[in-house]
């Protein structure tokens, strides 16, 4: 397992299209999570999961905004009628679910949307 | 609500020269602090957290409650040293969601 992948590494879509990106954790990962990282920020928290059930979504950005982990392995995270404001590098970590275990971060899929 | 602050964006330093770079964070509980770093085009990584107590690649921070720091400090920067760093903070009871400053672009000049 070479850690955490996100696919596609790049998007550039036209504003008004829907995207939607995939995250696959460590294997015995049993924690995933959504950040969205915009230029000269920090990355900022969306939603996560523990095992298939997604404990929190609060955060995600607007209802345009949603994610899937159907069986608790991959993970999608779907952007509907995108806006120039949703251009943003998107991450995805995972992690173990016993206290403050690292989270492990993936490459990131940067999302231009003209 | 948690808040992380990094009041550098960009901190220059000569090779060899001391280096401590500021967070600050605002919560009214007991949250785990982190130190994430990304070299450039790498993934984000840990460097350290505060239970771990640990200096990795010559770091340490000390969580310091009375002031709600988590400075990171190195005596003497290498070049190697240059990335961002993001202190972030996270506790239990939100599933360790982590909340990020806005990092600090560390340059070690040679």
């Known amino acids: 397992d070479t850690g955490v992948s996100q696919d596609p590494r790049h998007k550039i879509t036209k504003r008004g299209q829907n995207v939607t990106f995939r995250c696959d954790p460590i294997s015995e990962h049993n924690r995933l999570y959504w950040y969205r990282q915009t230029l000269g920020q920090g990355p900022e928290f969306l939603t996560y999961f523990q095992n298939e059930a997604q404990l929190e979504k609060s955060r995600l950005l607007s209802d345009r905004f949603s994610a899937e982990r159907p069986k608790g392995s991959f993970s999608t995270l779907e952007i509907q009628r995108t806006e120039q404001g949703d251009s943003a590098m998107y991450l995805c970590a995972s992690s173990l679910a016993w206290g403050a275990e690292t989270q492990y971060f993936g490459p990131g899929t940067r999302l231009l949307v003209l | ?110």
């Open chain 2, 1 to 110: 609500a948690q808040r992380v602050t990094q009041p550098e964006k960009l901190l220059s330093v000569f090779k060899g020269a001391p280096v401590e770079l500021k967070c600050n964070y605002s919560y009214s509980g007991s949250p785990e602090l982190f130190w994430y770093v990304q070299y450039s085009r790498q993934r984000l990584q840990l460097l350290l957290r505060h239970i771990s107590r640990e200096s990795i690649k010559g770091f340490t921070a000390d969580l310091n409650k009375g002031e709600t720091s988590f400075h990171l400090k190195k005596p003497f920067a290498q070049e190697e040293d240059s990335a961002m760093y993001y202190c972030a903070l996270s506790y239990s009871n939100a599933g360790n969601m982590l909340t990020f400053g806005g990092g600090t672009r560390l340059m070690v000049k040679p």
